[in-house]
């Protein structure tokens, strides 16, 4: 079946560490997107990426990184520089002249 | 810069009634894309209904069905015959077309009483 694979479901973090969400689709779609949410609020663009080995920042780069090797991955590495990582992260694509976005099940993250 | 306005929080609506939930949003731009997804609490994102800025029909699918008054910059949802499984947060959302990142509202909280 097509669609994208969040992995873990559960993240727990000691601060100071950094940690990387893995995100996998095999839609074929050339958009992915990584959100955050927090509690009570909407989705929240850190990055994206239109194409393989391009990506740009999003409303709340900082903090973040991510890489886009493979049209199949696009992975999030949540840095010790984020003051307040904890938060559910939502991984997502699209096609790049499409409608809607499909998203992953999330990984919740915790920083201990 | 787009912007999503949900001004609802929360709604508690009777099972079987309609349902309409609000959104409202600011563009300068003539070429967009709208959107509602439905948020269970187990936290995946489950997309409802897509509206574009050039459809002159509302869009329609299934149970949902998108109020779109271009002129007033509105795009509500609306669901009718609401059942249990309706409770959920819902997000309005908005793309540009040629750049297909969502901006979000803050969402709507809705939740079927029996």
């Known amino acids: 079946d097509g669609g994208i694979t969040q992995s873990p479901k559960y993240l727990f973090r000691k601060e100071g560490q950094n940690v990387t969400l893995s995100c996998e689709q095999n839609l074929n779609h050339d958009a992915m997107y990584w959100y955050r949410q927090d509690p009570g609020q909407g989705l929240r663009l850190i990055y994206y990426s239109q194409i393989v080995n391009d990506f740009q920042k999003g409303d709340i780069a900082e903090g973040y990184s991510v890489s886009r090797e493979k049209k199949e991955s696009f992975p999030l590495t949540v840095t010790s520089a984020q003051k307040n990582p904890t938060a559910f992260y939502l991984c997502a694509s699209s096609m790049r002249r499409g409608n809607e976005a499909f998203f992953g099940q999330g990984t919740r993250l915790t920083v201990v | 810069a787009q912007k999503i306005t949900q001004t609802q929080p929360g709604m508690f609506v009777q099972e079987k009634e309609a349902v309409t939930l609000d959104c409202t949003y600011d563009?300068?731009?003539?070429?967009?894309?709208l959107f509602w997804y439905k948020q269970p609490s187990s936290g995946e994102m489950i997309f409802l209904i897509y509206q574009g800025s050039y459809d002159e029909q509302n869009a329609t699918e299934g149970r949902y069905s998108l109020n779109f008054q271009k002129a007033r910059k509105s795009a509500n949802l609306v669901i009718s015959a609401s059942q249990l499984g309706d409770s959920a947060m819902y997000f309005c959302?908005?793309?540009?077309?040629?750049?297909?990142?969502?901006?979000f509202g803050t969402g709507t909280r809705l939740t079927i009483i029996p």
């Open positions: 959302a908005m793309s540009y077309f040629g750049n297909e990142k969502l901006t």
């Open positions: 563009t300068s731009d003539q070429s967009y894309g």
